[in-house]
């Protein structure tokens, strides 16, 4: 390597001029290409018959069975409609344990010999496919002998084309699972998930009197990332290898002054983002808030809710199309949750609802009947989030997300709910009530369920507890535990699971009481349910150095890293439950936590490399070399008798002197710990020997440092 690389790339940079709209994306202010490369309502209404349209759109908007004597008709509109669009091939496009999406593409053809083909795809290339799963993550839930796994066609998330420079796919949303029907992917559990939690509200809804509607889950996920110019990414093997920094000092500025969140966008990076938005709608994603966030070099996108499922899948392909339109905008786009130390990581903050007929259960309503299902779904939440922290807390384990989870600025790493002052005084006036007694006896601030209405809550940003893993947002939780790089769906269907149980509690308990009075009933439920769940409210600052011994005296569970909080995965209470509602089997919950821990360690092994690997062979030669020349001058100045200069480079070789020394000790006991520690060994050795290359770091020659710098990375773009 050159002495001067870091100056190239820095003079590349500053070279780059935001370029000229990208010719195939012109930016669409007319929303006209809205949806285009979606095989929507539209589409199937032009490409199908009638009467197979309104079979599909059944399936589509009321989850009806699938009638599979209508695939051939849909595959072939499907086709035709793909065609038109320039595409070649087809492909299930589903979401295997690895936490990315899967594609194997298959041509629209079939020969027919002598140099002469046909476009087929028929309905059994829509419905189902086999796919060698041999070399997926399984947890052991295949054996080698049955490789293979069967994708299944979702026709509930639209088929979409995915485009390329030389043409385009079309892509078929599928779930994915083993021979004998077990989930080898993220979207099986959840579409199971939907549906439990979908029976559960029915049942809660008949027994509150209302007429039978259709239930939406909703999740509108924001999505935090980075973007650094791709000429210094390739320059560190680290962002290369594990899409995080395992070196680098921390720069005089970073986030101090809170001066990039929410400021003005630079061009370079508003093209980018228009780039994206386009895209995202063009598939249909309804791309909405785009800004910058609280570290420099970090930005946020953030669509408009829809049904979870859907949501999940464009959340996945929004990441990937993030990807991509970075690096055509010489960017790398940094999805991991800690990308650079001792500034902001990334979360995914997924916004979670229910809606009954289209009314949002989580916003109260007019009258006092809505008020009273607003607050029993409310005291739902509380009772499952509390009862099951454990569990909705192993979702978001991952050896990225360790880093950010009880980091000074993330969510801790203690599940608790935080409800707004407003919310919380009325959660704490029902808990105090009168339990239903007569109007008089009644405190006066008591508030009777089913009697009373509330005041509408307010839902602007003042009211916001940033430092809370699980908050009501004013008509919506916001689950911001999970880490930017993991996809929704896991948390989520447990999410759907433990709620869905909550639900069924309050429907046994209020089914059980028979003739009394349905409001006296259920106050006294909802306080129980309060009384004993309060403990997992909390409004203080959940950043604060007090909350973790506060929340152990409360005996909230607190497991700060991802071999602890993956631990739950397979205690018999938690795989019970999930075996109850139909969403895991205990195998497949094994599968889970096999899973987890073997990447966890496989990651935090890979970073340890890594780290140790650039230390050696980067760091080291240039710290010899600097120190070696200093005595060398050292030597010669002494011999020559100079009077001056000696003791200004005794100091330094000195220091540098020291710091090798340092960096080799740092080595061996980091490749130990590779060798024959356990990932906390690793780690801690990681850590240790990031102080050393750091403080070399603000020593050595800036020249001749290999690796851009965090005051670069972060700010030249
Ligand atoms: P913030 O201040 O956190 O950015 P917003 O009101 O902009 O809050 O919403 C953030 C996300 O929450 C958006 O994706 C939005 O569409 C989503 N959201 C709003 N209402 C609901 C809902 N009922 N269910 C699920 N998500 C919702
Ligand atoms: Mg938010």
């Not at 809660?204 to 259709?214: E, N, R, S, T, Y």
């Not at 290359?693 to 670069?712: F, N, Q, T």
């Amino acid at each position: 390597m050159s002495e001067n690389n870091r100056v190239h790339a820095i003079n590349a940079i500053a070279e780059r001029v935001p370029l000229a709209p990208t010719e195939e994306l012109p930016p669409d202010a007319s929303l006209s290409t809205y949806g285009e490369d979606v095989f929507g309502a539209k589409m199937i209404r032009k490409y199908l018959s009638k009467a197979t349209a309104a079979k599909l759109l059944a399936v589509v908007n009321d989850y009806a069975p699938l009638d599979p004597s209508i695939a051939d008709e849909v595959a072939d509109g499907m086709k035709r409609w793909a065609l038109a669009k320039g595409a070649t091939h087809f492909t299930h496009w589903f979401q295997p344990l690895t936490g990315g999406t899967a594609e194997k593409h298959d041509a629209f053809l079939e020969s027919r010999g002598q140099g002469e083909a046909i476009q087929r795809f028929s309905g059994s290339n829509l419905i189902g496919g086999e796919a060698d799963a041999s070399s997926f993550p399984s947890g052991g839930l295949r054996s080698t002998f049955e490789a293979r796994g069967y994708t299944t066609w979702d026709p509930t998330s639209p088929a979409f084309i995915k485009r390329h420079a030389n043409g385009a796919t079309l892509c078929v949303p599928t779930a994915f699972c083993s021979y004998n029907g077990e989930a080898l992917d993220a979207k099986t559990p959840l579409l199971r998930s939907l549906q439990a939690l979908t029976h559960s509200v029915e049942r809660l809804m008949g027994i509150f009197h209302q007429k039978k509607a259709h239930v939406s889950v909703t999740l509108g996920a924001e999505q935090e990332y980075f973007l650094v110019d791709r000429a210094f990414y390739m320059m560190r093997p680290d962002l290369l290898q594990t899409g995080r920094t395992v070196f680098g000092a921390a720069p005089a500025k970073h986030q101090q002054l809170d001066d990039h969140y929410y400021g003005s966008i630079r061009p370079r990076v508003l093209k980018f983002m228009t780039e994206v938005d386009h895209q995202l709608w063009k598939l249909g994603i309804p791309a909405k808030t785009r800004h910058n966030e609280v570290a420099p070099a970090q930005f946020e996108l953030a669509p408009m809710f829809e049904d979870l499922n859907l949501a999940v899948d464009h959340n996945m392909l929004a990441m990937e199309i993030l990807r991509r339109t970075a690096e055509r905008n010489g960017f790398v786009c940094l999805l991991h949750e800690k990308p650079f130390e001792g500034v902001n990581g990334s979360g995914k903050h997924c916004n979670w609802s229910i809606a009954y007929g289209g009314r949002n259960l989580l916003e109260p309503g007019k009258s006092p009947k809505e008020n009273a299902i607003f607050l029993t779904v409310l005291a739902a939440v509380i009772r499952a989030v509390d009862s099951h922290a454990d569990i909705l807390r192993s979702t978001t384990a991952s050896a990225g997300n360790d880093h950010r989870l009880g980091g000074n600025e993330a969510p801790p790493a203690v599940i608790s709910i935080y409800l707004g002052d407003q919310l919380a005084e009325i959660v704490e006036q029902l808990e105090k009530g009168d339990s239903g007694k007569s109007r008089s006896s009644a405190a006066p601030s008591a508030l009777r369920v089913g009697v009373d209405t509330l005041p509408p809550l307010p839902r602007d940003a003042t009211d916001r507890n940033r430092t809370s893993p699980f908050a009501f947002t004013g008509n919506k939780f916001e689950f911001r535990a999970p880490g930017s790089s993991q996809s929704c769906a896991y948390p989520e269907a447990v999410l759907n699971t433990i709620v869905a149980e909550s639900l069924d509690y309050i429907s046994d308990e209020l089914a059980k009481s028979g003739k009394a009075d349905f409001n006296d009933t259920l106050q006294k439920l909802l306080q129980k349910i309060i009384r004993k769940h309060s403990r997992v409210l909390f409004s203080g600052d959940g950043y604060a150095s007090e909350w973790p011994a506060e929340a152990a005296r409360r005996g909230l569970p607190n497991m700060p890293d991802t071999l602890s909080a993956i631990a739950p995965i397979v205690d018999r209470a938690n795989q019970e439950l999930f075996a109850k509602y139909g969403v895991f089997s205990p195998a497949e919950m094994k599968s889970r936590w096999e899973i987890e821990r073997e990447t966890y360690t496989s990651r935090v092994h890979i970073e340890g490399q890594v780290a140790l690997s650039i230390a050696r062979s980067m760091i080291r030669p240039v710290v010899a070399d600097e120190f070696s020349k200093l005595a060398t001058a050292l030597s010669v100045a002494r011999k020559d008798g100079l009077k001056v200069g000696t003791r200004g480079l005794k100091a330094l070789a000195l220091k540098l002197g020291a710091g090798l020394d340092d960096l080799h000790v740092k080595c061996e006991r980091l490749d130990k710990a590779l060798s024959h520690g356990t990932s906390a060994d690793q780690l801690h050795e990681m850590a240790s020997l990031r102080r050393t290359v750091d403080a070399l770091e603000r020593l050595v020659d800036d020249s001749r440092w290999p690796l851009p710098k965090y005051r670069e990375m972060l700010f030249i773009y």
